[in-house]
């Protein structure tokens, strides 16, 4: 029982991302994931609202608030304490509680980020599944929150039920993407999707009754 534990901190200290991210004085290796997907995709914006999903313990955070710069935005969503970060907004909550995205505030997001992953279990199909469960309830946040044109990130764990998820993301999104940082660990199935140009569902408004037709004749 204690093995494992034991293993895992060896295999810890041995990784390149894990020691780098001590000795900058980040809050995790998943630091350099976003920094990663921002020098490739450009992510951010120098006046940036960013929403940062399942956001313990501030590693994402951290880096969207360099990156955004003074006129930028940024808010940490969780539902455990994070420690404060300066410059970035903390709200204790829960991704899947309906009255979260009134407490986000009128104003819509840049860019909605969700490093969320589920309990592990070990059973691969199950922590896909559900890692897929949590993309969908952060896809579904995102969806009224973000604005015209905005960009959706979310990790995931690789499996037979990503190609449904890519489409329910391209029913939203103008273009979709799928991507694996060099940070994730090799035998991870973690990778990362991105879709961008977010296409706000159009309400359809009831249309106005017309005049009402003449009686058709009697035959």
Known sequence: MHGMPRRFEAE???????????REGLRSRAAFKLAYLDDRFRLFRG?????????????WSTIARERVGARGEVVAVDPRPIEPIEGVRVVRGRVGDPSLAARLGPRPYDLV?????????????????????????????????????GTFVAKVF?????????EELARSFERVRRTKPPAS???????????????????AHPREPGPTPPPAPDI
């Not at 810890?12 to 001590?22: I, T």
């Not at 006046?47 to 590693?59: E, F, I, N, Q, T």
């Not at 309990?119 to 579904?140: C, F, K, N, P, W």
């Open 12 to 22: 810890r200290r041995r990784d390149p991302y894990y020691r780098a991210a001590q």
């Open 47 to 59: 006046d940036s609202r960013v929403l940062d999903l399942g956001a313990a313990p501030g590693g």
């Open 113 to 149: 980020l969700s490093d969320m992953s589920p309990r592990i279990s070990g059973a691969y199909a199950t922590d896909h599944a559900r890692s897929v469960a949590l993309v969908r309830e952060a896809l579904g946040l995102a969806r009224s929150v973000l604005a015209p044109g």
């Open 158 to 166: 690789d499996g037979d039920l990503l190609p449904e998820l890519e």
């Open 185 to 203: 660990r090799e035998p991870s199935s973690e990778l990362y999707l991105l879709a961008f140009g977010h296409r706000p569902e159009r309400v």
